[in-house]
């Protein structure tokens, strides 16, 4: 015959008593995540801060360059027609040549943007699929 002897509680609820509780555990792993996510949002923030300066500050150094490109086209300008007038014509004759080139050049930049705006259409299939839900919607309201 065999006896088997069981543990009596106590020893089993001293065993176990170091162990969380599964409630306990769910509310852990509840907290860990909540701030896990926080801190993985708030390391997002900081990237996106400094990527956010960098461009501002990279716009800013492009912007620089522009203005600074602007104001150099007057003197290459000038130089262009300085240097018609040592071939040999009149100087009032040569900055009329580099405007008239100034302006055959705003033409065609005129004409070549007009021909894409001209190529801009509407959303034809956005715009149907909004009237088709709008009238889809219309018809279900009045039903009820």
């Keep these: 015959m065999t ?4 543990p009596s509680s106590t020893a089993a609820d001293a065993r176990h008593a ?3 509780k599964v409630g306990q555990l769910v509310e852990d792993i509840s907290k860990n995540l909540s701030t896990l996510l926080h801190s993985e949002i708030e390391l ?3 990237e996106l801060k400094v990527s956010v300066k960098n461009a ?3 716009v800013g150094f492009f912007g620089a360059a522009l203005v600074l490109l602007v104001f150099s086209l007057t003197f290459g300008l000038i ?5 018609i007038h040592a071939m040999g014509l009149y ?3 040569s900055y ?9 050049v ?3 930049l005129v004409w070549r943007g007009l021909k894409k705006v001209k190529r801009v259409k509407a959303p034809a299939r956005t715009i149907a699929t909004s009237k088709d839900t709008v009238a889809y919607l219309k018809a279900n309201s009045k039903r009820r």
């Design 96 to 104: 009329l040549i580099v405007f008239l080139l100034l302006l055959i």
């Design 56 to 58: 501002g500050v990279g």
């Design 91 to 93: 100087r009032w004759l």
């Design 106 to 108: 705003v033409g065609l």
């Design 44 to 46: 997002a923030k900081l």
């Design 3 to 6: 006896v088997t002897t069981r």
């Design 18 to 20: 170091g162990e969380p």
């Design 79 to 83: 130089a262009l027609a300085e240097g």
